[in-house]
């Protein structure tokens, strides 16, 4: 192993402790991908990880700087094919290697930078945050999946975005407290959280449940090593939104609703057997 093997090894390395860190969930759900996958998969959540921690978390620090900054350090670390960050020099390998496109990267940032500034959304403003911050990422992972198949890609395309739109639209609900006492946001589009009502709530559900179906048929057509990974991350999703359906709505408004850790092992092993005898 040359000296810059072992450094893009030790940078995978921290995208994947980052993960771990992190995210149970997602390190479940990266864990049963075909091995191949997992290096890139945790390279992208790195790089989406530390973005949403300049906006979500370094309150006592210049976060817009911070995010200036990371931004020109995502693009000078795409430009020279290396960077001293780990988290992006991981990054950068993964770009290159499955070309993503910059326009994807670039969507993604311009979301994290909405959250420096905005704390309301109407329609419009609500779909543009939901592509950057959810759809393209699942653009950058399927990329991975589908290896320089450009058609494949395209194919799967609708789906990919329609599964990280569910997902994020499930987080808004699970952290709607904190989003809005903590951070003074609202996502969803013209949302009065004075009167967070059960009308409003299953408005919001209804849309998560078309996405959940679309993002299904996408699963199915995933190769094999990807499947049952992507299926794990679904299957957790799908838990946690039954979940939070069958609270009333004002306890969403009281507390974050979490599955588990036992439970989370549980779906995985369901969700293996599902998976290899065909049942999906």
Not at 70 to 76: A, G, I, K, S, Y
Not at 154 to 173: D, E, H, S, T, V
Not at 230 to 241: E, K, M, N, S
Request: aromatic content about 14%.
């Amino acid at each position: 192993m040359n000296k810059k093997s072992l450094f893009d090894r030790v940078s995978y390395d921290c995208s994947r402790l980052t993960t771990h860190a992190y995210s149970t969930s997602f390190s479940m759900g990266i864990r049963t991908l075909g091995k191949r996958f997992r290096d890139p998969v945790y390279a992208i959540y790195g790089f989406v990880r530390f973005a949403d921690e300049i906006v979500d978390t370094f309150h006592d620090f210049p976060k817009v700087e911070l995010m200036a900054r990371f931004r020109q350090d995502t693009e000078l670390a795409i430009r020279d094919r290396i960077s001293l960050n780990p988290i992006l020099n991981s990054f950068q390998e993964v770009y290159h290697r499955y070309a993503i496109d910059w326009e994807v990267v670039d969507t993604f940032l311009k979301s994290m930078e909405m959250d420096l500034e905005e704390t309301g959304y109407d329609r419009r403003g609500f779909e543009s945050y939901i592509l950057g911050s959810a759809e393209v990422v699942g653009l950058m992972c399927l990329r991975v999946f589908t290896e320089g198949n450009e058609a494949f890609y395209q194919q799967l395309k609708p789906y990919a975005m329609r599964l990280g739109a569910a997902f994020q639209k499930i987080n808004f609900l699970r952290d709607l407290k904190a989003d809005y006492q903590d951070l003074g946001r609202t996502y969803f589009p013209n949302l009065d959280m004075s009167s967070f009502s059960e009308r409003e709530k299953m408005i919001i559900e209804r849309e998560i449940d078309e996405d959940f179906k679309e993002a299904y048929k996408g699963i199915l057509m995933l190769p094999r090593d990807a499947r049952f990974g992507v299926y794990v991350a679904y299957t957790y999703y799908i838990r946690l939104f039954q979940k939070i359906r069958s609270l009333p709505s004002h306890r969403i408004m009281e507390e974050r609703i979490r599955i588990p850790n036992q439970r989370k092992v549980a779906l995985v092993l369901k969700s293996y057997v599902q998976h290899n005898l065909n049942l999906l």
